[in-house]
C-alpha cells in the first residue's frame, strides 16, 4: 500500500481497521502521537510513526501507556490535536490521570483509542473500555466497519475541541485486525494557535487543585454533560431504521455488522427495527427513544459488558416506557422472557463472555422473532466424530528463540536450588507478558498438574508448563516478593521479565525489593525489541522509535544503580553459563538480577537471511525425548527418533548442548 | 429528528448474499496465510468488487494456527459463517482440516498442502498427527471436495520453500470459485514484490505450478487428487 499520508482525498483503499484509524488522524491533521505497543491496537502508531516526517506531525513509542497517555494529554493542553492509541489492558495503566483530566478538560483535540480483546484472542482479560469512559464521563465513538474508523477518528478530534473535553474512540480486535475498503477524505491542517495559557477560559485551568479547586472543576466537567448529550445526538453514526413489526435490534460496534448482515440473510430487514448506536455512551437518546416507544422487544448487540443495554433498560425505566429489552441480561426460560437477576436458571439471550460471531447474532436474532434457528444435527454428529484427528497446534516459541536457552538454563538451575529453610525447594516462576509468557501457556493436549504432591517434584516436561503466576505487565516480580514475604519457607522464588516489560512496569517492583530487602530471583530476558507486537524498538534496542541510533539501555546497569548487589549477564545460547549465573542468583539471600541476552532470533534471520541448515541427528540417537522437552519447534520425534525441521532450523546450537548421547551436531558449513 | 436519522442505514441495503464468496486460507503462523490473503483482497479490489478481510492469529509470532477470512462481495461481517464457506485452502494439512470441518460448506471445496507442520503436542508425545488419508476422509464425511497438493515441494521446485502460499492461491484460482481475473492477481503479486525481481518469478512460477497442478485434477475428472503415500506418525 502507499504511505497513509500521501494518499489523495477520494481513494478507494484496502485498510486494515488500525490503518484506517491511523489515516483517520492524518486527515484530522493530528500533531502529537504517542503509545506503548499492545495487540490488537500496535498498527495505528506504526502506521503513524512511519508516516510522521512526510506528513510534519510528532509521533513516538513511551516507555508505558501512562507516559504516552500523559505525554499526549500534555500536547494538547498547548492547543495541539494530539493521539494516544493502546489495547484495553492498556488503558488501565493510564486510570490515574484518565479519571482527573476530565476535570480540566483539554483545549487541543485529545483523542484515545482502545482496542479490545473481546474472546481474548491476544489478552489476559475480555475487558470493557466502554465502562471505563463511563467511569470518567468521556464520550465513547465505536465504529462498525474501517470506513467508520477512519471518519469516527477524524471526527472525535472535531468533537474533543467543541466539548474541551478527551474523546474514546473504542475498537475491537475483529474491526482494528480486518480489512475493508476506506474511501479517503481531505486531509486538514487547520492554523492552530499553540501556547500555554495558565488560565484558559478558567482560572489556573490545568492544575486541578488550583482554585477553584478539584470539587468545582468536577462540577465544570458535569455541567458539560448537556452538550456531550447533544453531540450524541447530533451524530451522524446514529440511525433507525423502521420496521413493519414491533421488533428492534439495537446494534453498537461491530455489533451492528453482525446485524446488518444477519438481517439480510434472514429477509429480516422490512420487518425488524434497526436502530444503530455509532456513539457508545452517552447513547444517543432520540434514537433510542424512537425504538423503544415503536418496539415491543428489543435486542442489544454489543461487544463486552452490558454497555448499552443497561443504559437503554435506564432509559426505558425513566420514560416508563413497557418495552422488553434483552441481551446480555435477560433470556427466554419455557416460551418467556425472564431477567437473569430474578431466574438465574435462564440462558441470556446473548452469550455473556467472548466475542459475538455472526452465528450468535443470527441466532440471537431468531431469538427475537420467535423463529427456528435451522440445525442439521447429522453434521453436527459427525463434526464431532472428527475432533478427536483435530488436535491442538499449542503455541511455542519460535525455532532457535534465546528465551529456549534461558528457560532450560533456569529449569536445571531450579533443579538444584534449596529452599532458605534449607529443605528442598518448590520453585514459583512469576511470569509477565511478552513472547516467554507463552512458558505458561501450557501444552493443550497435556493433562494440567494432578495434585499438590505431583506439583512438588519438578516434573515439568517442556518449557511451556513453567510459569506458575502470570497475569498482567510487571505483576510477576511484584507477586514474587509477596511471596516471599508470606511465611512459606520452601519456596524458591523467581520472577522472569522481558526487555520492554522491565523498562514498561517492572523498575519500581525491583527497587522495592532491592529497599525492603526481599529475596527474590529476577531473570530479565533481554532480546532488545519489544518483539511480541511485532517487534518494536525499545530503549535496549539502540534505535529511537524514529529510527536514530540511540545509545542501548542496559538493564544490568539499571538494576547495579537501584542497589542490586548480584548482577550478572548471561548469553542464554550458552546454556551452562546461563545456568551457572542463575543458580548463583538463586543463592543470593537478597535480590539478584540475571540478564540473559541475545537478540530476538527472528531480527537476526531477518538481517542476515536463513541458510540451509547444518544441524544433524546422528545414529547415536536413543530417542530419550530429552531434546524435546527444549520445546524447540524446529525438533520433531517421529519413529522413535529425533529429527531436525530444515525449514524451521536456524542452527542456534541449543539442542546440541543438551543431548546426552551428543546425537546432535553441526555439520562444516561450506 | 434530525434529517440524516433514516438514510444512515436505509443507504447502504447491500444485494443478497447470493453475490457472496467466502473463502479461507489456513496455515501456521510464518507461513504466509495473511500474506495470500491480502493478494487475493486487492486482486479483487482491483477488478471491481467488495471485499473484508479478517484475520485471526494466536498471541505468537511464529507457529501457532492462523486463519484469513476473505469475503468477496457485499458484505458488513470480515468473519465467515460456520458450515459457508465456499473455500478452505490451507498451507497446512492439518489445519485445513481444523478450519474446513467448522467453515467449509457442503459442497465446498477444501484445497491442502500436504507437509505436515508437525504441532509441539505431538512431538511431546501427547497426540498424534493424522495421516492424510484420515484428514481427506474426514472432509469428505462432510461432504468437502477435497483436493491436495505438494505445495511445499513445487514451492522448492519453483526455487523457495516460502512460495508455498503463492501455490496454495494457483490452486485456489483453477478451481473457478473466485472471479477474479488472473491479471489482477498476478498484478497485486508485482506490487507486493516490487524491486524484488527473483522472489517475484519464484511467486509467479509457484502460482502457475499450483493453478496447473490443480486443474489437472479438477479437469482430469478426479474428485480426489493423488494422496501422498506416507502416513506420518
Known amino acids: ?670 | 429528528m434530525n434529517a440524516n436519522l433514516n438514510a444512515g442505514v436505509n443507504a447502504d441495503l447491500k444485494p443478497p448474499a447470493e453475490a457472496v464468496t467466502n473463502v479461507i486460507i489456513a496455515g501456521v503462523g510464518g507461513q504466509g496465510s495473511i500474506l495470500t490473503s491480502h493478494l487475493l483482497a486487492e486482486a479483487a479490489l482491483h477488478d471491481g468488487l467488495e471485499v473484508k478481510l479478517a484475520e485471526t492469529f494466536g498471541a505468537a509470532t511464529r507457529g501457532g494456527s492462523v486463519l484469513a477470512h476473505v469475503r468477496i462481495g457485499p458484505v458488513w461481517s470480515p468473519v465467515t459463517v460456520e458450515d459457508e464457506a465456499d473455500a478452505v485452502v490451507a498451507l497446512e494439512p492439518l489445519e485445513g482440516l481444523r478450519i474446513a470441518c467448522k467453515y467449509l460448506k457442503p459442497g465446498g471445496w477444501a484445497v491442502l498442502n500436504t507437509h505436515p507442520w508437525y504441532p509441539v503436542d505431538v512431538s511431546v508425545g501427547r497426540a498424534r498427527y493424522p495421516s492424510m488419508q484420515e484428514i481427506v476422509s474426514a472432509l469428505e464425511q462432510l461432504e468437502a471436495r477435497v483436493l491436495t497438493i505438494d505445495a511445499t515441494g513445487l514451492a522448492l521446485q519453483a526455487g523457495d520453500a516460502r512460495a508455498s502460499n503463492c501455490v496454495i492461491l494457483g490452486g485456489l484460482f483453477a478451481l473457478g470459485v473466485v472471479q477474479i481475473s488472473e491479471q489482477s492477481i498476478l498484478q497485486a503479486m508485482e506490487h507486493r514484490w516490487a524491486g524484488r525481481e527473483r522472489l517475484l518469478a519464484v511467486n509467479r512460477l509457484a502460482f502457475e505450478t499450483g493453478k496447473q497442478e490443480i486443474a489437472a485434477q479438477v479437469g482430469g475428472g478426479e474428485r480426489v487428487g493423488p494422496l501422498s503415500a506416507e502416513t506420518p506418525c
Open chain 1, 1 to 670: 500500500m502507499n504511505e497513509l499520508s500521501t494518499l489523495q482525498q477520494g481513494e478507494r483503499i484496502l485498510m486494515l481497521g488500525n490503518e484506517a484509524i491511523a489515516r483517520g488522524a492524518i486527515e484530522a491533521g493530528v500533531q502529537v502521537v504517542a503509545a506503548y505497543p499492545g495487540t490488537p491496537s500496535s498498527e495505528i502508531v506504526e502506521e503513524l510513526l512511519k508516516n510522521a516526517p512526510q506528513a510534519g506531525f510528532y509521533a513516538e513509542w513511551s516507555i508505558n501507556e501512562k507516559v504516552s497517555f500523559e505525554l499526549a494529554a500534555g500536547a494538547a493542553l498547548t492547543g495541539a490535536r494530539a493521539l494516544t492509541a493502546m489495547k484495553g489492558a492498556g488503558l488501565n495503566v493510564v486510570m490515574d490521570l484518565f479519571l482527573t483530566l476530565p476535570y480540566t478538560g483539554t483545549r487541543g483535540g485529545l483523542v484515545i483509542v482502545v482496542a479490545d480483546d473481546p474472546d481474548a484472542h491476544y489478552s489476559s482479560n475480555e475487558q470493557d473500555s466502554r465502562l471505563l469512559a463511563q467511569a470518567a464521563n468521556l464520550p465513547c465513538l465505536e465504529p462498525e466497519s474501517q470506513q467508520e474508523a477512519k471518519d469516527m477518528v477524524k471526527e472525535a478530534f472535531t468533537l474533543s475541541e467543541r466539548l474541551e473535553l478527551p474523546v474514546i474512540v473504542r475498537s475491537v480486535t475483529r474491526l482494528s485486525h480486518s480489512s475493508g475498503v476506506v474511501r479517503t477524505g481531505p486531509v486538514e491542517r487547520p492554523e492552530r494557535e499553540l501556547g500555554f495559557n495558565k488560565h484558559w477560559e478558567l482560572p489556573f485551568r490545568w492544575n486541578v487543585y488550583g482554585p477553584p479547586g478539584a470539587v468545582e472543576k468536577h462540577a465544570w466537567q458535569l455541567s458539560r454533560m448537556p452538550l456531550v448529550r447533544e453531540a450524541s445526538r447530533q451524530s451522524a453514526f446514529n440511525a433507525v431504521r423502521r420496521g413493519s413489526r414491533p421488533l428492534g435490534v439495537m446494534a453498537v460496534g461491530m455489533g451492528a455488522a453482525y446485524a446488518r448482515e444477519a438481517l439480510r440473510d434472514m429477509g429480516l430487514d422490512e420487518q425488524v427495527w434497526l436502530c444503530k448506536v455509532g456513539m457508545a455512551y452517552p447513547l444517543p437518546e432520540a434514537h433510542v427513544l424512537e425504538v423503544l416507544r415503536g418496539c415491543e422487544r428489543v435486542l442489544v448487540l454489543e461487544e463486552g459488558e452490558a454497555v448499552v443495554e443497561t443504559q437503554a433498560r435506564l432509559l426505558a425505566q425513566m420514560h416508563a416506557l413497557p418495552v422488553g429489552i434483552i441481551g446480555r441480561c435477560s433470556g427466554p426460560n419455557n416460551g418467556r422472557w425472564v431477567e437473569l437477576g430474578v431466574e438465574p436458571a435462564a440462558e441470556p439471550a446473548v452469550q455473556t463472555y467472548g466475542e459475538l460471531n455472526a452465528r450468535t447474532v443470527r441466532k440471537a436474532i431468531a431469538c427475537l422473532t420467535g423463529a427456528e434457528t435451522p440445525a442439521n444435527p447429522e453434521r453436527q454428529r459427525i463434526k464431532e466424530q472428527i475432533q478427536p484427528l483435530v488436535i491442538q497446534r499449542s503455541s511455542t516459541l519460535c525455532a532457535g528463540c534465546p528465551h529456549l536457552g534461558t528457560y532450560w538454563a533456569l529449569r536445571e538451575a531450579l533443579k538444584a536450588a534449596a529452599s532458605p529453610a534449607g529443605k528442598k525447594a518448590i520453585p514459583v516462576i512469576n511470569g509477565d507478558i511478552g513472547c516467554y509468557e507463552q512458558a505458561g501457556y501450557g501444552v493443550k493436549g497435556q493433562e494440567p498438574a494432578p495434585s499438590p504432591a505431583a506439583r512438588k517434584r519438578y516434573h515439568s516436561k517442556s518449557p511451556y508448563d513453567l510459569l506458575d503466576t502470570l497475569y498482567v505487565m510487571g505483576s510477576g516480580i511484584s507477586m514474587a516478593q509477596g511471596q516471599a514475604r508470606s511465611g512459606a519457607a520452601d519456596l524458591q522464588i523467581v520472577a522472569v521479565a522481558g526487555d520492554s516489560t522491565f523498562f514498561h512496569t517492572c523498575m519500581p517492583g525491583l527497587l522495592n525489593a532491592v529497599w525492603n530487602k526481599t529475596r527474590v530471583t529476577f531473570c530479565v530476558m533481554d532480546n532488545a525489541w519489544t518483539a511480541m507486537t511485532g517487534h518494536q524498538v525499545c530503549p535496549a534496542t539502540g534505535l529511537t522509535p524514529r529510527g536514530e541510533v540511540a545509545e542501548v539501555v542496559h538493564i544490568e546497569d539499571i538494576a547495579r544503580s537501584m542497589g542490586v548487589k548480584s548482577v550478572e549477564v548471561a548469553n542464554p545460547y550458552r546454556v551452562e553459563e546461563t545456568t551457572a549465573a542463575i543458580r548463583r542468583a538463586l543463592e543470593c539471600s537478597e535480590a539478584a538480577v540475571v540478564v540473559a541476552r541475545a537478540e530476538c532470533i527472528l531480527q537476526v534471520v531477518r538481517r542476515e537471511g536463513k541458510k540451509p541448515t547444518r544441524t544433524r541427528i546422528t545414529e547415536a540417537c536413543e530417542g530419550c525425548k530429552i531434546c524435546i522437552q527444549l520445546g524447540c519447534p524446529a525438533i520433531t520425534f517421529l519413529d522413535g527418533k529425533a529429527g531436525i525441521d530444515e525449514l524451521l532450523c536456524v542452527d542456534c546450537g541449543i539442542c546440541m548442548q543438551i543431548c546426552p548421547e551428543g546425537a546432535i551436531v553441526m555439520e562444516d558449513g561450506a
